[in-house]
């Protein structure tokens, strides 16, 4: 059976219709998706049967304000529409509110990438717990942190 289009047209490209290089995914129970929209440095919102995305993420501009993304990947939201995104690029995660132009770091927000325990290393994924523990694939320290966030996750 063959797959249908929900994002992004075939085409590379940063208007709200194209996507270049998607990576992470999160589909709400109201088949809202949203999509880590790497390379154009922000997270769309594809709402179900839309044929176009908005940027609810990001200015589409590479930088390390928190108005700003740069090579966001893993993407969480929760039931209040806050966006947990790992800002890859940046080494840190994100808690971005719903409506925001911008988010605040709550995972290695040091402002510098490392091996140290307060520090990311290309991170790349993150989960939570049913307990709101953060988990975040540290992916070139070859390790799984845990961070435990004051207001995370549903609250």
């Not at 059976?1 to 290089?21: C, E, H, K, R």
């Not at 806050?82 to 080494?91: F, Q, R």
Request: proline share 4%; aromatic share 10%.
């Amino acid at each position: 059976m063959p797959g249908v289009v929900v994002a992004g047209n075939g085409t590379d490209g940063i208007s709200a219709s194209q996507l270049s290089g998607p990576f992470g995914l999160f589909v709400n129970e109201a088949g809202t998706l949203y999509v880590s929209d790497c390379q154009n440095n922000r997270i769309q919102r594809w709402d179900n049967g839309a044929s176009s995305g908005v940027t609810v993420a990001g200015t589409g501009v590479s930088g390390n304000s928190l108005s700003q993304l740069y090579y966001p990947l893993g993407i969480v939201v929760d039931s209040n529409e806050y966006m947990y995104i790992v800002d890859g690029g940046n080494s840190r995660i994100l808690r971005w509110p719903p409506n925001s132009h911008s988010g605040e770091c709550i995972a290695a927000c040091t402002g510098t990438s490392g091996n140290e325990i307060d520090r990311l290393l290309e991170p790349i994924a993150l989960a939570f717990d049913s307990y709101g523990s953060l988990f975040i694939s540290d992916r070139s320290n070859n390790r799984v942190q845990k961070f435990q966030i004051l207001g995370s996750f549903g609250e």
